[in-house]
């Protein structure tokens, strides 16, 4: 683990509308550092990764997020990205009119501020995207339009690894994925790790997309707060007892 601090979440309080969903968050990322969060459906996990990542839906009532150093709490959606950080969603967003291979250069140009020369973007997704096994033909598709389940998770990763994140919050990546599906996105996950030495928070209710991951921590969330943390064991804890027989 890394003493030098990525991500800091103070006492955060967040609300939809008139409900509270987060009452007191705390949590701290370090440079490096993979995080899993996990806990009962409709606890707060999902709102968690919209709060960092600045979802206007998501009012923070109370608290701060700190993000090398500053805070993102009055900072707009896309200066977040900029910065670093990288939401990937449970239901990826389709998008008639954008290629998947438009969209990711505009992004990598807005996030670096530079223009990209096209033959040597072409050539980096050209080899990421056979490190996942993608057809060449997907990077010339409206983004996500007519993908099955596992091809968005699958655009999601290749955005990942093209985008090089600080930090990456995967909300549910493994959901509704047949086990192939999931062995891709998990291999991806790895070689963002190798390649990019990112930070990760995972949010999932599944263990098989961490099976090749070195996890540092795993928090525990229930009610809108982290009630426990743990090493990597507390993984297995929760596989072998559930949340409820956790002692808190």
Known sequence: MNSEKLLEVKNLHVSVGDKEILNGVNL???INETHVLMGPNGTGKSTLGYAIC?????????GDIIFEGESLVDMAVNERAKKGIFLSFQ?????????????IRSALEQKTGKRMKLWDYKKKLKETMELLSMDESYAERDLNVG??????????????????PKLAILDETDSGLDVDAVRTVSNGIKIFKERCEGSLLIITHSTKILESLNVDITHIMENGTIVKEGDASLVEEVNATGFQELEI
């Open 28 to 30: 701290e990322i370090g």
């Open 54 to 62: 600045g979802n206007p839906s998501y009012t923070v009532t109370s």
């Open 91 to 103: 239901n990826p967003l389709e998008v008639p009119g954008v290629t998947l291979s438009a969209f």
């Open 147 to 164: 993908f099955s389940g596992g091809e968005k998770k699958k655009a999601e990763i290749l955005q990942l690894l093209m985008l090089e």
